[in-house]
T-cell receptor, first 114, second 117 residues
Framework: AQTVTQSQPEMSVQEAETVTLSCTYDTSESNYYLFWYKQPPSRQMILVIRQEAYKQQNATENRFSVNFQKAAKSFSLKISDSQLGDTAMYFCAFPQGGSEKLVFGKGMKLTVNP | NAGVTQTPKFQVLKTGQSMTLQCAQDMNHEYMSWYRQDPGMGLRLIHYSVGAGITDQGEVPNGYNVSRSTTEDFPLRLLSAAPSQTSVYFC????????????????FGPGTRLTVT
């Protein structure tokens, strides 16, 4: 069963705008990691950011940050100052049941327009 | 380091043919996995391995076979290709933290686009 949900299949923004990508998941584990991956048109999968569930502080990597709401099981990705190179598919990923099975959401296509 | 390499990059098969997709990594990662990516479906786990000699099924294992005889290599075999196996296939590898399962990023290969006619 799918345990990671990305409800928005597609979004488009203008360059320099801020955009938030949503992701929800389901688990009974208390300690786990969450991931956002980016897949540009080149098809290469690239890690964007990682969040450890036991940490209160939201992870940040340059223009990318997360809003992690553990109780709500929500893990959204915020991209600030969007750039043309951010155009890509974005996938939320989560280890199913704390196991080694990494489950991906269905992805969201982000287009950044000039 | 070459990272994760996959061969071939493209392949066309006829229904019923068999073939092996190759995957190798030079990072001494314990964990290796195979995913397939289909439009609107995200990446779905086919098989994975937590070390040499150990493999397990993912979400969509039917029609695929794997083995892990070395740490470096994790080939994926299509036993009798079907049009439903037309997809892009990704191999990935990662470290494992004992007792914590997935804590590190997965390193992905460039993918293989397979078409079954």
């Amino acid at each position: 069963a799918q345990t990671v949900t990305q409800s928005q299949p597609e979004m488009s923004v203008q360059e320099a705008e801020t955009v938030t990508l949503s992701c929800t998941y389901d688990t009974s584990e208390s300690n786990y990691y969450l991931f956002w991956y980016k897949q540009p048109p080149s098809r290469q999968m690239i890690l964007v950011i990682r969040q450890e569930a036991y940490k209160q502080q939201n992870a940040t990597e340059n223009r990318f940050s997360v809003n992690f709401q553990k109780a709500a099981k929500s893990f959204s990705l915020k991209i600030s100052d969007s750039q043309l190179g951010d155009t890509a598919m974005y996938f939320c990923a989560f280890p199913q049941g704390g196991s080694e099975k990494l489950v991906f959401g269905k992805g969201m296509k982000l287009t950044v327009n000039p | 380091n070459a990272g994760v390499t996959q061969t071939p990059k493209f392949q066309v098969l006829k229904t019923g043919q068999s073939m092996t997709l190759q995957c190798a990594q030079d990072m001494n990662h314990e964990y290796m996995s195979w995913y397939r990516q289909d439009p609107g479906m995200g990446l779905r786990l086919i098989h994975y391995s937590v070390g040499a000699g150990i493999t397990d099924q993912g979400e969509v294992p039917n029609g695929y076979n794997v083995s892990r005889s070395t740490t470096e290599d994790f080939p994926l075999r299509l036993l009798s290709a079907a049009p439903s196996q037309t997809s892009v296939y990704f191999c990935a590898s990662s470290y494992l933290t004992p007792g914590q399962g997935f804590s590190y990023e997965q390193y992905f290969g460039p993918g293989t686009r397979l078409t079954v006619t």
